[in-house]
Antibody, heavy 120, light 107 residues
Framework: EVQLVESGGGLVQPGRSMKLSCAASGFTFSSFPMAWVRQAPTKGLEWVATISTSGGSTYYRDSVKGRFTISRDNAKSTLYLQMNSLRSEDTATYYC?????????????WGQGVMVTVSS | DVQMTQSPSYLAASPGESVSISCKASKSISTYLAWYQEKPGKANKLLIYSGSTLQSGTPSRFSGSGSGTDFTLTIRSLEPEDFTVYYCQHYNEYPLTFGSGTKLEIK
């Protein structure tokens, strides 16, 4: 059974940093691109970043470029999101997702999500 | 960036009826479109990709159609478990973007 379990969320002050982790199991982690998608309270879904299978290619939405870094450790089957210079508008539930198929940048598995609150 | 306009935001129907949800892209995305179902307390579920291909496990009462800029998710013979929120998402290019969601409620 595919499982994606996020951790590392919580309350953080504006301007500070936080690192999210996603432990993957039930599939060959190194074979799938992975992504983070977020959802602000009472809002819709927003793609944040994607990383290729090897980690050699990364893609970000403009609002997080230069502040967030997506990475992965294939030996540990773990996905990360390092978030620096956090802003109130980054407050959201962050979901770890698996890209469904090669060339199909839709997400077939989602974690339950981890809440990040940026507030003083 | 490609903007996805999803409508309606709210939709009321009765079990057994059929409904359609629209998703319009701000420019052509070929068939690079997915549909998701969101339920409280559950992981989001991929229903359809490539505009019309059912993901494994998606009931056949769900169907997707469209190409270019106009897409539709149709649910026939609504079941009680179908009353929830649905999102479209394009994957033609980065950034990937989602529609604003449609909440399907019981009439």
């Amino acid at each position: 059974e595919v499982q994606l379990v996020e951790s590392g969320g919580g309350l953080v002050q504006p301007g500070r940093s936080m690192k999210l982790s996603c432990a993957a199991s039930g599939f060959t982690f190194s074979s799938f691109p992975m992504a983070w998608v977020r959802q602000a309270p009472t809002k819709g879904l927003e793609w944040v970043a994607t990383i290729s299978t090897s980690g050699g290619s990364t893609y970000y939405r403009d609002s997080v470029k230069g502040r967030f870094t997506i990475s992965r450790d294939n030996a540990k089957s773990t996905l990360y999101l390092q978030m620096n210079s956090l802003r109130s508008e980054d407050t959201a539930t962050y979901y770890c997702t698996r890209q469904a198929y090669p060339g199909i940048r839709a997400f077939d598995y989602w974690g339950q999500g981890v809440m990040v609150t940026v507030s003083s | 960036d490609v903007q996805m306009t999803q409508s309606p935001s709210y939709l009321a129907a009765s079990p057994g009826e059929s409904v359609s949800i629209s998703c319009k892209a701000s420019k052509s995305i070929s068939t690079y479109l997915a549909w998701y179902q969101e339920k409280p307390g559950k992981a989001n579920k991929l229903l359809i990709y490539s505009g019309s291909t059912l993901q494994s496990g998606t009931p056949s009462r769900f169907s997707g159609s469209g190409s270019g800029t106009d897409f539709t998710l149709t649910i026939r013979s609504l079941e009680p478990e179908d009353f929830t929120v649905y999102y479209c998402q394009h994957y033609n290019e980065y950034p990937l973007t989602f529609g604003s969601g449609t909440k399907l409620e019981i009439k």
